[in-house]
């Protein structure tokens, strides 16, 4: 199974440098988790960007896969995970989905560098 965090969403939709080793997990819809908090932050910066169409566009992709809403449980270990690895609130949301399903986390975001279960990718600079 497979998270994709909001940073690699974002490198995808945009069509950046990692967009092509985001999709092998994005595209493979049968295996795609998509933690509720995610939907938030990638509609929200592409709303902020450009507009609600393409943002609303981006989330139907998005709904594709398994969409896992925030419940007791999870938020819990969310917490936990964010005292632990002092993970910012969403991300720690991210990985206690993960690791609730045994998935692996796909992102470019620094803070999942050194956690296990996690492919990270750094940014690459465009050329």
Known sequence: MNVVD??????YFAGDNNAKVFSL???NI???IVPSITIAEVFKCILRQHSEDMA????????LGKLIPLDASVAIDAA???VEYKLPLAD???YATARKYDALVWTQDIDFKLLEGV???SKKKCT
């Open 30 to 32: 049968d295996k795609l």
């Open 56 to 63: 609303l566009v981006a989330i139907a992709h998005m709904k």
């Open 92 to 94: 720690s949301i991210i």
């Open 80 to 82: 936990r995970y964010g």
């Open 25 to 27: 997990p994005i595209e």
């Open 119 to 121: 492919k990270y990718y």
């Open 6 to 11: 909001s940073s690699a969403w974002l490198s």
